[in-house]
T-cell receptor, first 111, second 112 residues
Framework: EDQVTQSPEALRLQEGESSSLNCSYTVSGLRGLFWYRQDPGKGPEFLFTLYSAGEEKEKERLKATLTKKESFLHITAPKPEDSATYLCAVQTGRSNYKLTFGKGTLLTVNP | NAGVTQTPKFRVLKTGQSMTLLCAQDMNHEYMYWYRQDPGMGLRLIHYSVGEGTTAKGEVPDGYNVSRLKKQNFLLGLESAAPSQTSVYFC???????????FGPGTRLLVL
């Protein structure tokens, strides 16, 4: 069974304090790993897709990386508006329509 | 271009009542999905559709039915609501199975 574990469950940072969120996965035949951002009371908003180990993608203060066992979402010099829940999901070759989601990391950035 | 929209935004039902949640997308996507999100759990797939007129079961399909009569719409039905179906329901769509899924704003459902 495909499993996705995100850590930590919650992270509190001061504005400007860089950190990383982790998404570890146990799947058979990874097709893609997706990162989403979810604000309270809203739907997940797509951030990145990573397809192979060694791949990196960046968007503003966010950088996502992928290894064969995990992905990191690095947040550089975060601002309060980066506060949200960050969701990781994997898609496998066995059922390539389906996303298996982790439980998310709640990030709070204090001014 | 509204993306994915969901109706209604919030609903309260009594146990045993029925209702239909509507999802609409204007991106001409083939694939559409219904998920539920519960506290402490990841998003879970209820049903999905790979094109107009098709539907298939996901991870947690019991108690729900779906229909995709038009390519742009995907309906989720609860025939006899139960308190265990209290949740936030999200619809998503994608151009193909491997491509990014884009989510709607969600419907909060409370079953008393």
């Amino acid at each position: 069974e495909d499993q996705v574990t995100q850590s930590p469950e919650a992270l509190r940072l001061q504005e400007g304090e860089s950190s990383s969120l982790n998404c570890s996965y146990t799947v058979s035949g990874l097709r893609g790993l997706f990162w989403y951002r979810q604000d309270p009371g809203k739907g997940p908003e797509f951030l990145f897709t990573l397809y192979s180990a060694g791949e990196e993608k960046e968007k503003e203060r966010l950088k996502a990386t992928l290894t064969k066992k995990e992905s990191f979402l690095h947040i550089t010099a975060p601002k309060p508006e980066d506060s949200a829940t960050y969701l990781c999901a994997v898609q496998t070759g066995r059922s390539n329509y389906k996303l298996t989601f982790g439980k998310g990391t709640l990030l709070t950035v204090n001014p | 271009n509204a993306g994915v929209t969901q109706t209604p935004k919030f609903r309260v039902l009594k146990t045993g009542q029925s209702m239909t949640l509507l999802c609409a997308q204007d991106m001409n996507h083939e694939y559409m999905y219904w998920y539920r999100q519960d506290p402490g759990m990841g998003l879970r797939l209820i049903h999905y559709s790979v094109g107009e007129g098709t539907t298939a079961k996901g991870e947690v399909p019991d108690g729900y039915n779906v229909s995709r009569l038009k390519k742009q719409n995907f309906l989720l039905g609860l025939e006899s609501a139960a308190p265990s179906q209290t949740s936030v329901y999200f619809c998503a769509s994608s151009r193909s199975a491997q491509e990014t899924q884009y989510f709607g704003p969600g419907t909060r459902l409370l079953v008393l």
